[in-house]
C-alpha cells in the first residue's frame, strides 16, 4: 500500500481538501459560498412541508437517537448521524435545493449536514464551516465532473448518492483537521460507499439519496481520523475505482484542472422556485413577463410557452398532471399558476391548486407548450396573446440562479422568507437571516445552532 | 424470464415463518449463527477493530445495543461494531460462488433489532434464514463473474438485501412493505475490489450491516421506494452492476431448495482459497504424527486462480501470512494450530520457521486441482511419500462442520474475552435459540463482565 502522496487525480484533490483555507478563498468564492449556505438552510426550513418528512424524521430518531447535533427546525438534538440523515433530506425534500447541472446532482444536502453536526460538537467557528462546505462542494463537483454524468447517467446511476460522500468527507476532514494522506482514506472510504440508481425514479427514494450520501460523508470522514486505510486510488484505479465502476474510466484530468484557482462550485446553481430543474428557465421567463407587464388573468386568450425540443419531449405528457410530482413538471401548470397568482411557491402545489378546475380549464384551453429548435435547455421564451389582441412576450437565456443569471442576494432574501414564514417569529427569522449573510465573522455558532432549533412546526413532524 | 424476482421474492420471505422452514434448515442457520457469535467474538483481535469502535462512538447517540464482547453502542453504532468483528480476522462465512462474507451484513442488525424490539430467539432465527437465503438469491441472479469483472465486491452490494431482509422479519412487514426495504437496501449497494489489500474491503461487510439496517427502518416508516430494484431497465442491480443476470435464479424453487445451505464456514483465519490446504495439513498431522523434523519436502498444489492469488505471496505482515500459502503450510506443520498466535508479528518473522519454509515447502500449479481444492504431497526424511488431496475444505457446504467444531471454535475465540460461565451460557442458548423466550437474555451474555467505554 502506498503511504505517501503522488501527484495522480486523487492525491492532488486529497492535498487540496486537507491543506486548502480560508484566506486561499477568493472573495467572489466566500460569496458564493455564503449564499449557497443561505440558500440550503432556507431550503431545509422549508422541508417540514415534504410530504415524506415526518416519516423520515421517526426513521432518523430510530437510527441516530438523541445526541448533540441540531435538527433544523425541531427543538430535538440528535446523534451525528441522525442529524446528518435528517437535515439532509429537509434540504431536499420540497425540491428547491441547489444543483449541479452538468452532473444532475443536489449537492447541499450531501456537504452541509455533516459538517453543521460536526462544527456545532467541536464547537468551530464560522469561518471554519463556510470553508469546510466551500471545500466539501468544490470536491463533489470535481468528482462529479471527473465521473462524467454524460456517460453514467445513461447507464443509470443518479450522483448525489455517489459524488456526495466525497465531498461530505471533504468537509468532514478538513473541520478534523485530516492530513492529505488521511483525506486521501477519506475518499476512499467515502468512494467505497458511493450508491443510488434511477430504479427509484418517481419515489421520495431518490432523495434517500442524498440523505444516505450525507451520512456516508460523515462516516468517511470520521473512519479517517482513525487513521484506517483504503486504497490509494479511488478514482482512477482500474479495478473498481469510481472513473471505472459508474463511468468508462471518466476524465481524471477535469478532477484536477485549475484546482485551488478556478472553481466549479460556481457552477452550482440555485433554485428561486420549486419545479424540476428545466422548468426554472420558463419560470424565470414568466415572472419576467409580469414583472414587466402583468396581465389581468380572465383577459389572457393565449399562451404560448417555447422550450427545447428535448425538454418538450420529456415534459409534454404533463400537460394535465395528477398530484404534486407531475405539476412540478408541467409547463402549462407552473405558467397557469404564476399568470394567475402572481407567485409560485410550495403552497401553489397544494392539492386545492393542482386540482383546481378553473386553473386545468386554463391550460387546457389556453395553454400551448411548443418545441423550439432554435432552443436549447438553458432557454425558454414565452408569449401571451390578451383579449384586445395585444401580444407580450418574455424569455430567459438562463434561469435566474443559475451560472449565466446568478440569483441576487434580495432574491435569496425573498426565498428565505417564504421558507421560514410561518416557522420563525420575525425577530429571530431576521436574526438567523443576519447571522447566515455573516457567517463567517461569527466567532461563536452557538446562536445560529439556536435560532436554526428554534422554529416551528407546521406540519407534525 | 421473470418480470418481478423483487414482488416475488418479497412476497416469499414476508411469508417465512418458523413452522416453514424444514428442520435441518433450522439446525444449518443455528450453526450459521452460532459460528458467527463466535467469529464477532473473534473480532475483538482485529488490527482496526478499535478504529472501528471509535467510530461507532463518534457518530452518536444513546449507547443500548449490545456489541458482541465489548461495551454497548448506539444501534447503528452497534451495527457498525458487530459487522466489523465478524469479518475482522478471517474466520467467519463464506459464499464461495459470489465471494461473499454474509452473516456479517445480517447478523448485526438482526440482533440490533431482536434486542431493542424485544423478539424471540425464534423471532431470530427466521429472521437470519431470510437474509441469509436472500443474499445468496440475489448474489446467484446478480451473476457474479460479471459483476466481479466490473470492480463489484460482493459484501456491500447484495449483503444490504441480507441485514434488510432480517429487519424486515422481525417487524412482520407485509410483502408491499418487505419489497420497499429491498429496494431500499439495492439503492445503497457499494463497495468495489479498489480497496483490496485495505482494511477498507472488510469495511464494506461493517457498512452494508448498517445499509440493511437503514433500509429496514426507513421501509418501517411506509416510506415508498422503486418496485423492481433488480431488473429495473434504468438502474436495476441487475442491469448496472453485472450483464442482466439471471432474474429466475431469485426465485427459482423458493421454499423447496434452500440456498442458504450453499454457505460454507471457516474453522481458520487464513484466506477462504486456502482453507483446504489447512484442512489437508491436519489431516496429515492427525493421521500420520507429521512432525517438522520428519519433512523432506512438501510440495503444495494449487488451482492456477489460488496458486495466482496465494501462491507465491510472502509473509512480511499479518495481512500477507493470512493469505499466505507457504506460511500457512510452514506454520500449521510446527505449531499444529492455525489460530492468532500464528500470525503474530513475532511468529511471522521467526527466522527457524522462515528457513524451514523456503527450504522444504514448495507450492506449485497442480491443472488436476479445481477452484479452492488442494493436494498436498509430503516426501519424509525416511522416504516415504504421504498424500492428501481436498475437492474442498472442512468447513465447506460440501464437508458441514460438525456442532462440536464450531462450539470448540466459540470457546477458543471466547478464551479471555467473554466470563467463562457466560460463554457456556451463551453457548447453550444459540444451541437452543428456538427455544430462547428473549434474545436480551443471549445478548446479555455477550456483554456480561465486559468493561465499559472509555
Redesign the interface.
Known amino acids: 500500500m502506498k503511504m505517501t502522496l503522488e501527484s495522480t487525480p486523487t492525491d492532488e484533490l486529497a492535498r487540496f481538501a486537507a491543506e486548502f483555507s480560508y484566506g486561499d478563498l477568493p472573495a467572489s468564492i466566500r460569496d458564493f459560498a455564503r449564499h449557497w449556505l443561505l440558500d440550503s438552510l432556507a431550503c431545509a426550513l422549508a422541508g417540514d412541508l415534504g410530504d415524506e418528512t415526518a416519516k423520515y424524521a421517526d426513521f432518523a430518531r430510530a437510527v441516530g437517537g438523541a445526541g448533540e447535533a441540531t435538527i433544523i427546525g425541531s427543538p430535538e438534538r440528535l446523534s451525528l448521524l441522525g442529524a446528518s440523515l435528517l437535515n439532509a433530506y429537509q434540504i431536499t425534500a420540497v425540491t428547491v435545493c441547489d444543483t449541479y447541472v452538468p452532473a444532475h446532482v443536489h449537492i447541499s444536502p450531501e456537504i452541509i449536514p455533516p459538517a453543521l453536526a460536526v462544527a456545532e460538537r467541536d464547537g468551530l467557528d464560522g469561518r471554519a464551516l463556510l470553508t469546510a462546505v466551500a471545500i466539501g462542494a468544490e470536491v463533489a463537483v470535481r468528482v462529479a465532473a471527473g465521473i462524467d454524468y454524460s456517460i453514467a447517467g445513461p447507464r443509470g446511476w443518479h450522483f448525489p448518492g455517489i459524488v456526495g460522500p466525497f465531498g461530505a468527507a471533504a468537509a468532514v476532514g478538513h473541520l478534523r483537521g485530516l492530513t492529505p494522506l488521511q483525506m486521501r482514506n477519506a475518499f476512499g472510504l467515502a468512494g467505497s460507499q458511493s450508491a443510488g440508481t434511477w430504479a427509484s425514479w418517481g419515489t421520495p427514494a431518490v432523495k434517500f439519496h442524498q440523505s444516505r450520501g450525507a451520512g456516508s460523508g460523515l462516516l468517511a470522514g470520521l473512519l479517517a481520523e482513525q487513521d484506517f486505510i483504503s486504497s490509494a486510488e479511488i478514482l482512477a484505479h482500474p479495478d473498481g475505482g469510481v472513473f471505472a465502476a459508474y463511468s468508462d474510466g471518466g476524465k481524471p484530468q477535469a478532477v484536477v484542472a485549475d484546482l485551488g484557482k478556478g472553481f466549479e462550485l460556481e457552477q452550482i446553481s440555485l433554485r428561486l422556485w420549486p419545479g424540476g430543474t428545466p422548468l426554472q428557465p420558463t419560470l424565470t421567463a414568466v415572472f419576467n413577463l409580469i414583472a414587466a407587464e402583468r396581465p389581468p388573468f380572465d383577459a389572457i386568450e393565449h399562451v404560448r410557452i417555447e422550450v427545447a425540443p428535448d425538454v418538450y419531449e420529456a415534459h409534454a405528457r404533463f400537460a394535465e398532471p395528477e398530484g404534486k410530482f407531475e405539476a412540478l413538471l408541467s409547463y402549462p401548470f407552473i405558467v397557469a399558476s404564476v399568470l394567475r397568482d402572481g407567485r409560485f411557491w410550495l403552497d401553489s402545489l397544494h392539492p386545492s391548486q393542482v386540482g383546481d378546475p378553473d386553473l386545468n380549464r386554463f391550460m387546457r384551453e389556453r395553454i400551448e407548450l411548443v418545441a423550439n429548435a432554435d432552443l436549447d435547455r438553458e432557454r425558454s421564451r414565452i408569449e401571451v396573446v390578451l383579449a384586445q389582441g395585444q401580444t407580450i412576450a418574455a424569455r430567459a437565456d438562463a434561469a435566474k440562479g443559475t451560472p449565466g443569471n446568478p440569483a441576487e442576494l434580495a432574491d435569496l432574501r425573498a426565498k428565505y422568507e417564504r421558507c421560514v414564514a410561518g416557522r420563525l417569529g420575525d425577530a429571530d427569522a431576521a436574526e438567523l437571516l443576519d447571522l447566515l449573510i455573516h457567517v463567517d465573522e461569527l466567532d461563536d455558532l452557538s446562536r445560529l445552532f439556536k435560532l436554526l432549533g428554534a422554529a416551528h412546526q407546521r406540519r407534525a413532524a | 424470464m421473470n418480470a418481478q424476482p423483487t414482488q416475488n421474492l418479497a412476497a416469499f420471505l414476508s411469508g417465512l415463518r418458523y413452522e416453514s422452514l424444514p428442520s435441518h434448515i433450522c439446525e444449518r442457520v443455528t450453526d450459521i449463527i452460532l459460528d458467527t457469535v463466535a467469529s464477532a467474538i473473534a473480532g475483538r483481535h482485529g488490527d482496526?477493530t478499535?478504529?472501528?469502535e471509535?467510530?461507532a462512538t463518534?457518530?452518536?447517540?444513546?449507547k443500548?445495543s449490545t456489541v458482541i464482547a465489548a461495551a454497548p453502542n448506539?444501534?447503528?453504532g452497534a451495527t457498525?461494531l458487530n459487522g466489523y468483528q465478524i469479518t475482522a480476522v478471517t474466520v467467519c462465512d463464506i459464499h464461495r460462488p459470489t465471494l461473499c462474507h454474509i452473516t456479517p451484513e445480517v447478523l448485526p442488525p438482526a440482533l440490533a433489532i431482536a434486542e431493542q424490539r424485544g423478539s424471540s430467539g425464534r423471532d431470530l432465527l427466521v429472521a437470519v434464514a431470510s437474509g441469509l437465503e436472500a443474499v445468496v438469491r440475489i448474489g446467484t441472479g446478480i451473476n457474479y463473474p460479471s459483476m466481479r469483472a466490473?470492480?463489484?465486491?460482493s459484501p456491500?452490494v447484495i449483503g444490504p438485501f441480507g441485514g434488510a431482509s432480517a429487519v424486515a422479519s422481525l417487524l412482520g412487514f407485509e410483502a408491499d412493505r418487505f419489497q420497499n426495504a429491498l429496494?431500499?437496501a439495492?439503492?445503497?449497494?457499494?463497495?468495489?475490489?479498489?480497496?483490496?489489500?485495505?482494511?477498507?474491503i472488510k469495511?464494506?461487510q461493517s457498512?452494508g450491516s448498517l445499509?440493511g439496517?437503514?433500509a429496514g427502518?426507513?421501509a418501517?416508516?411506509?416510506?415508498?421506494?422503486?418496485p423492481?430494484?433488480f431488473t429495473?431497465e434504468?438502474?436495476?442491480?441487475f442491469?448496472?452492476y453485472s450483464d442482466g443476470g439471471n432474474p429466475d435464479a431469485v426465485v427459482a424453487g423458493l421454499g423447496e431448495t434452500w440456498t442458504l445451505e450453499t454457505i460454507s464456514l471457516r474453522l481458520w483465519p487464513a484466506a477462504s482459497s486456502i482453507q483446504s490446504v489447512i484442512t489437508a495439513m491436519f489431516a496429515l498431522i492427525d493421521e500420520h504424527d507429521l512432525r517438522p523434523e520428519d519433512v523432506a519436502e512438501i510440495e503444495v498444489g494449487l488451482s492456477k486462480t489460488v496458486y495466482d492469488m496465494h501462491g507465491t505471496l510472502p509473509w512480511d505482515d499479518k495481512f500477507r501470512a493470512l493469505l499466505s500459502t507457504p506460511y500457512v503450510t510452514g506454520v500449521v506443520l510446527h505449531d499444529r494450530k492455525c489460530w492468532f498466535e500464528q500470525f503474530r508479528p513475532e511468529r511471522i518473522s521467526d527466522p527457524a520457521l522462515g528457513a524451514f519454509i523456503r527450504e522444504h515447502v514448495r507450492i506449485g500449479i497442480d491443472n488436476s486441482v479445481e477452484g479452492t481444492g488442494a493436494v498436498v504431497n509430503v516426501r519424509t526424511t525416511d522416504g516415504r511419500t504421504l498424500r492428501d488431496r481436498r475437492a474442498y475444505p472442512r468447513g465447506d457446504a460440501a464437508d458441514f462442520l460438525s456442532r462440536e467444531e464450531i462450539m470448540t471454535k466459540f470457546r477458543e475465540s471466547a478464551d479471555g474475552l467473554l466470563e467463562p460461565d457466560s460463554t457456556e451460557r451463551a453457548i447453550e442458548m444459540l444451541v437452543g435459540l428456538a427455544d430462547l423466550p428473549r434474545v436480551s437474555d443471549l445478548c446479555t451474555m455477550f456483554s456480561r463482565g465486559v468493561p465499559a467505554a472509555a
Request: glycine share 18%; hydrophobic share 45%.
Open positions: 482496526e478499535a478504529q472501528i471509535a467510530l463518534a457518530i452518536g447517540g444513546a443500548t448506539s444501534l447503528a457498525l466490473r470492480g463489484w465486491h456491500g429496494s431500499l439495492g439503492t445503497q449497494s457499494a463497495g468495489t475490489f479498489a480497496h483490496w489489500g485495505t482494511p477498507t469495511f464494506h457498512r445499509s439496517l437503514l427502518l426507513l418501517e416508516q411506509g416510506f415508498p421506494a422503486g423492481e430494484i429495473a434504468h438502474g436495476g442491480l442491469n448496472l
